[in-house]
């Protein structure tokens, strides 16, 4: 599994959700699931790190894109750490698989979730979005990472979008019917069928 698989799994769970509810009722769900899956994240950072400031935060992120797939740089201010993101390969799979009218509610819980579920010291605004049609992301964490630690540490938890895209699965899969997640499911392995392996085959 990639990013891509992950962005369109995504919308796809967004967008059956959209079409099976009225508008109020399917964005309480599309929010309930992406919090719910973004704190269990956010937690098992937490869990793996010492201090829980901005410096664990970002060593204990569990997520590695391919080189190109992501373009970003981080701003280390007096009081602050900014990260604009130039590139997004979430966005770039939902340009590439139609499916732009629902990747952005990712891009609108997803992040403050993250930090709510490793519960630091520090909050979270994101004031733009490319998801948003905003020409870059800009997140802004209210405390100060060091940068020399930040850049000389290797991720220490890495975990494969197969278990991400299951997990965000499992967590869709707690608040949908049966009947919907196996349209999701259908779905996607129409997209994806040729690519799916053993491992993925919840997803078949």
């Known amino acids: 599994m990639e990013i891509r698989q992950h962005a369109v799994l995504y919308a796809l769970i967004a967008k059956e959700v959209s079409d099976a509810f009225e508008k109020e009722e399917a964005e309480d769900l599309i929010r309930k ?13 937490a869990d793996h790190s010492l201090k829980k400031d901005m410096n664990d935060f970002f060593i204990n992120g569990e997520w590695k894109g391919k080189d190109g797939e992501n373009i970003s ?21 939902w340009k590439q698989y139609g499916l732009l009218e629902y ?15 490793f519960n630091g010291s520090f909050d979270l605004e994101a004031p733009s979005a490319i ?27 890495i975990l494969s979008f197969d278990f991400h895209c299951k997990e965000l699965y499992e967590c869709a899969g707690r608040s949908l ?8 499911k259908d779905e996607f392995a129409k997209i994806f069928k040729d690519e799916l392996s053993l491992d993925e085959s919840y997803l078949r």
């Open 103 to 117: 990747g952005p509610y990712y891009c609108r819980y997803i992040d403050k979730a993250i930090c709510e579920g």
């Open 73 to 93: 740089k981080l701003f280390f201010n007096s009081d602050s750490t900014e990260s604009h993101v130039y590139k997004c390969a979430w966005y770039d799979a």
């Open 33 to 45: 699931i992406t919090t719910e899956y973004g704190r269990q994240r956010g937690k098992r950072m």
């Open 177 to 184: 019917s049966d009947d919907l997640m196996k349209k999701i």
């Open 131 to 157: 998801g948003l049609g905003d020409e870059e992301c800009i997140f802004i964490w209210s405390e100060k990472a060091d940068p020399e630690l930040v850049d000389s540490s290797e991720k220490k938890y």
